[in-house]
């Protein structure tokens, strides 16, 4: 087959969506601006950052926006976040809040917005790492107990350490050497090309520890790169595409047919070493379990000098030291030398919702969602997926939102003029370094709705009558097809360049 039959399609699928809302909008343009959104989904978009988690939220909440179904398109958090403020998608679940443009772009479609904090992940470094090749290739082969400093960690994703069996690596192994074998020896280490969290989560981690600045800013003068400042893509502009799942893969691959693991370790990303959030560690992989023996995540060294893992409990801890704006709704993770509790790399994650602009029904059904999601039923799933939950302080500004989104209005008889004010700050994505939290001055606006205004409510296509209707979600159909094709042909190849 011609490998580039799908992208050229979904481009031709998305020419023609063109040419079809375009006619929409049309005959939009012309009619009265009074409308109803006729949509039957609640449509959210996010990265791949919290995928198994959401899909699981959505799934156990369609009685409590029903009679509309829930929907959640894995773009990537910065497609995401510009769909939101454009109006594509009703709701973004996202690890960082709208820049300064997405703001302003969220205003001129007269939508204001507030975030909605709802659920903490690690960022978990998993690693196979085979010391015991007993020839009957069970699991119980695993280096057990793997920790790293975040210096080693550093030198290790910049190709600065390249063995397992490195001298400096002399208590990588439970506080002694890996006995490595031979096909695990070799340090291979992913990451991710497409826009992530995990990115700026270790980017942010390296640049907050004196040390490790050091090797991080090395690497990135060889990458041509002279800003430090951590964002969501990786410095070399090479890795996996494909989102979390091709990190997971690389690590432990699933049967597509059968979704069952590989259990034979010889067919295992032997050596790899990759940042996966925490809800990508459990079923059917397994990447984190209590058995040492099984286990394939690293403890990292956190500022009390403990080796913690990425288990709820300790994500946990590191949320209840963080700090939570309550003019924002936006979480940093601080760095407490005295809680040797607290895992050390650590992402919010946060519903962006418009608080106007939304039909009533979908207002209804997102704030029911919001007070499902920060209720006992929704938090439980949080859980269970090895996130850990929001604090009461959290909950209690997320049901305030709940109540805006649900009182907004979805038109006006005449937009108005808008002013929005937006104002930089820490992004949601900052971890717990060796000596403090990391920000980004390109993910970091907050807008209307947190810390802005805007008096303008008309939904980007208003329309009355039953001609557009059909138009807008044909052409919306094919988009989502052209998108999900070039995505599936995009997710088909992995990039990857050789070391520097």
Not at 99 to 117: D, E, G, I, K
Not at 137 to 164: M, N, P, R
Not at 359 to 366: E, I, N, P
Request: glycine share 8%.
């Amino acid at each position: 087959m011609n490998r580039q039959l799908p992208g050229r399609l979904g481009v031709a699928l998305a020419a023609v969506a063109t040419a079809v809302l375009g006619l929409a909008v049309s005959v939009v343009s012309s009619g009265p601006s009074s409308a109803q959104d006729s949509s039957t989904t609640l449509l959210a978009e996010g990265g791949s950052f919290e995928l198994n988690l959401m899909d699981k939220l959505q799934a156990d909440s369609t009685s409590v926006i029903a009679p509309l179904a829930p929907g959640f398109f894995d773009a990537n958090v910065d497609t995401a976040r510009d769909d939101f403020a454009s109006g594509l998608a009703d709701y973004a679940v996202s690890e960082f809040p709208l820049t300064t443009a997405q703001a302003a772009t969220a205003a001129q479609n007269h939508r204001t917005f507030a975030y909605v904090p709802f659920a903490a992940s690690a960022v978990a470094i998993g690693a196979v790492v085979e010391c015991s090749n007993d020839q009957t290739f069970t699991s119980h082969t695993l280096c057990e107990d793997l920790q790293l400093t975040v210096v080693q960690l550093a030198k290790i994703f910049t190709y600065g350490i390249t063995q397992w069996n490195d001298p400096s690596l002399s208590q990588v192994s439970g506080g002694g050497p890996a006995q490595v074998t031979d096909v695990s020896k070799t340090i291979s280490p992913q990451n991710e090309i497409d826009p992530s969290a995990s990115n700026y989560a270790l980017a942010s981690m390296f640049v907050n520890d004196p040390t490790a600045k050091v090797v991080w800013d090395a690497f990135l003068k060889t990458n041509k790169v002279t800003d430090d400042t951590p964002t969501d893509k990786w410095p070399t502009g090479r890795g996996g595409s494909g989102g979390d799942l091709t990190l997971a893969n690389s690590l432990v691959q699933v049967n597509e047919t059968t979704g069952l693991p590989q259990t034979n370790p010889s067919l295992w990303g032997q050596g790899s070493v990759a940042p996966l959030p925490a809800d990508w560690l459990g079923p059917p992989r397994n990447i984190l379990t209590s058995d040492p023996t099984t286990n394939m995540t690293v403890a990292i060294q956190n500022a009390a000098g403990k080796y913690v893992l990425p288990t709820v409990d300790a994500t946990t801890a590191a949320v209840n030291d963080a700090t939570f704006d309550s003019s924002t709704n936006l979480v940093t993770f601080n760095s407490d030398a005295s809680d040797a509790a607290a895992y050390p790399i650590d992402v919010m994650s946060y519903l962006i919702v418009p608080t106007s602009g939304l039909s009533a029904a979908k207002a209804t059904a997102l704030a029911s969602f919001i007070k499902w999601v920060l209720g006992p039923t929704g938090q439980a799933d949080v859980k269970s997926l090895g996130d850990a939950p929001v604090t009461t302080a959290m909950v209690n500004a997320g049901m305030k939102v709940a109540d805006e989104v649900s009182t907004q209005t979805s038109q006006t008889s005449t937009p108005t003029t808008t002013t929005t004010t937006t104002t930089t700050t820490t992004p949601s994505a900052v971890t717990t370094g060796a000596t403090g939290s990391g920000s980004s001055t390109d993910l970091g606006s907050s807008g209307s709705g947190a810390t802005g205004s805007s008096t303008g409510t008309s939904p980007t296509l208003a329309y009355t009558g039953g001609l557009p209707a059909p138009l807008i979600v044909a052409g919306s159909g094919l988009l989502m097809v052209g998108a999900l094709l070039r995505r599936a042909m995009r997710r088909r190849i992995t990039c990857r360049g050789s070391e520097p």
